[in-house]
């Protein structure tokens, strides 16, 4: 698939109290989790977000805590891929299962507010603001079987009515 | 002649149908408990009933322990407790604690007897890796896997290559677990073993109880890692023994297994750390944090790293017949009802509110800033537990500085980073 939109960058050890600060988590809604989306590391990100934009960031992006309200607040704030130099397992994980794409990439190049073309299959990324192509590292197949799914929960039912579970 | 395996890869192995197994391999693993929280069960419990299973696997093999907002801090975190507990009674699940025998998931089940050597154990909370601490595979998944885990009982696992780390010699006085940890996050950082299991071994554990494992295994995922596993020895033979109600397996690595890296410490010349925000490897040694003054608002002494018995005693040994320094804040939060009642006998309770401390029932509370002692802007303080981000325990201008529980207990004293030897003669 492809996608395109805008970017907003981070830094490293973006950590999941920063993607979702625990004091919200007595909800775990997506409405309530999109709107404290990053809430910690840029406090305007849910105001200025649009569908289909780009979270990039470097190094080990979703440390910290297991809770998959990080990438669900991401996915629900209409973020549909997520790239960084490289990212913490569970984090990982998680927005495979929820079918969020996470792609390993050097970011050094792409800055806040740049126009990039994601191919999920391919794993290219064009930065069309300042005409670069980068690539990213392949997605282990099971985990793409994984995402084109629909994730872990998809993927269940979809062994369950092929009589496999 | 088989393959030389480490624990890690033994214990995977041995949770799966395959007759052979090698780091980076994706498999299916049996699970022998999976394990959420109030936090994490609830999305759990959707993602369950969207798979469309009639019954869980196992009503023995899950643990449900309302422990973050626990008791409930207001009304949404109310309903998120109600929505397990309404799914524990559904299933009838074994393992679920009401509060009041609730305590700290990773503090309560080690203590119950609940995870045993040779587990394999995935649970929605990051800290499930403290069990490897007794020789188990124990890794923090998501809400999804647990959903996933309890329907089917098994989740998809990638086999980690595994970091052995070797600390030799005995430890200074006052040095624990924590400051052992705290060092080697210092040395490889905050991702240093991303993906892989960490392997403890060396003289240094002679020396040092299940307390100190338990909280060394507890903060493996504070360097990334999947796990972080000790081989199980007498002394978590002494620990189990009279814990377990079923059987348990000792696993150890094979002469010859493979690791990613194999790192030597001298634990002789190691000091108490202070882990310094906003991350967990900015950790320094007690004598130079103290030498910078830092003032503190806040100590909390507690929580799934540091908040067993042997943290409250060495507590209590340093605030014994002491007061808090003024306008300073001491919180201690016994992990489990277990400990808090052995806390009351013992007297430290009486030590810790004498001192001008506050006790609480158990609770993560302030680790998460959850409730308990959120921490106003500006505000800092020195904590027992595991990560010290940017706004973890309350404001966004707020900071915690990790460290052991007697520099918490000193620094309360003083009013500012302190180390135990300042404090007692």
Redesign the interface.
């Known amino acids: 698939m492809i996608f395109k939109g805008k970017v907003f960058k981070f830094g490293d050890n973006i950590d999941t109290d920063a993607i979702i600060p625990a004091r919200y988590l007595n909800d775990s809604s997506e409405e309530n989790l999109k709107k404290h989306c990053m809430e910690d590391a840029d406090e305007s990100f849910s105001s200025k977000v649009a569908k289909g934009d780009f979270i990039v960031a470097g190094n080990n992006f979703g440390c910290g805590s297991s809770r998959e309200h990080a990438p669900i607040a991401i996915k629900s704030s209409g973020v549909p891929i997520v790239i960084a130099k490289s990212f913490a397992r569970i984090f990982y994980r998680n927005s495979f299962n929820i079918g969020l794409f996470i792609l390993s990439a050097d970011t050094d190049g792409i800055e806040n507010g740049d126009i990039l073309e994601v191919n999920t299959d391919t794993g290219e990324i064009k930065n069309q603001t300042r005409n670069t192509v980068i690539n990213a590292k392949p997605i282990p197949k099971f985990m793409s079987e994984l995402v084109n799914a629909g994730g872990l929960i998809a993927y269940a039912k979809k062994k369950i009515k092929e009589g496999k579970k | 002649m088989a393959k030389p395996l480490t624990i890690t890869e033994k214990i995977i192995l041995n949770h799966t149908d395959l007759q052979e197994i090698s780091s980076g391999d994706?498999v299916n693993a049996r699970v022998d408990l999976a394990l959420g929280n109030d936090?994490?069960a609830?999305?759990a419990i959707k993602?369950f009933s969207?798979?469309?299973?009639d019954a869980v696997f196992d009503r023995k093999k899950i643990a449900l322990v309302p422990d973050?907002?626990v008791p409930n801090?207001?009304i949404?975190?109310a309903k998120?407790a109600k929505m397990m507990r309404e799914f524990a009674k559904k299933f009838d699940i074994e393992n679920y604690f009401e509060c009041g025998e609730a305590g700290v998931e990773h503090a309560l089940l080690p203590e119950k007897g609940i995870v045993l050597p040779g587990d394999l154990v995935v649970?929605?909370?990051?800290h499930?890796c403290t069990y490897g601490a007794l020789g188990a595979f124990a890794t923090?998944?998501?809400?999804?896997?647990l959903?996933?885990a309890m329907?089917?009982g098994e989740l998809?696992l990638k086999v980690p290559e595994s970091i052995k780390v070797i600390f030799e010699g005995k430890p200074k006085k006052w040095v624990s677990g924590k400051d052992l940890i705290l060092y080697l996050i210092g040395q490889i950082g905050?991702?240093g073993a991303?993906?892989m299991a960490l392997e403890f071994t060396g003289s240094t554990f002679k020396h040092l109880g299940m307390a100190d494992r338990l909280t060394i295994s507890n903060m493996a995922?504070e360097a990334?890692a999947?796990s972080g596993i000790f081989e199980p020895d007498e002394i978590t033979e002494n620990y189990v023994k009279s814990r377990a109600k079923r059987d348990y397996i000792f696993y150890k690595s094979d002469e010859g297994a493979e690791y990613a890296k194999v790192l030597n410490y001298n634990t002789e010349t190691i000091n108490p750390q202070v882990a310094f925000p906003h991350?967990p490897e900015n950790s320094v040694d007690i004598n130079e944090a103290s030498a910078k003054n830092i003032k503190i608002d806040q100590s909390v002494i507690g929580s799934c790293t540091n908040g067993r018995i042997e943290d409250l005693r060495i507590a209590a040994e340093i605030l014994k017949g002491k007061k808090i320094a003024k306008y300073t804040r001491l919180i201690v939060i016994p992990a489990t009802p277990d400990i808090y009642r052995m806390a009351e006998k013992e007297g430290l309770i009486d030590i810790f509110m004498d001192a001008g401390g506050v006790v609480s029932t158990p609770t993560c509370g302030p680790c998460?800033?959850?409730y308990m002692g959120?921490l106003a802007d500006g505000e800092r303080a020195i904590s027992s537990t595991n990560?010290n981000?940017?706004?973890?325990m309350g404001d966004?201008t707020s900071e915690v500085y990790l460290a052991n529980p007697a520099v918490c207990a000193a620094s309360a004293i003083l009013g500012k980073i302190a180390g135990p030897d300042e404090v007692v003669s």
Request: no cysteine; charged share 20%.
């Open positions: 994706i936090i994490t609830p999305i993602e969207a798979i469309g299973v973050h907002f801090k207001d949404l975190s998120q649970g929605a909370d990051s499930t923090g998944v998501g809400s999804t896997d959903a996933y329907a089917f998809w905050v991702e991303n993906y995922i990334g999947k991350l998460l800033g959850g959120i990560r981000f940017k706004g973890r966004v």
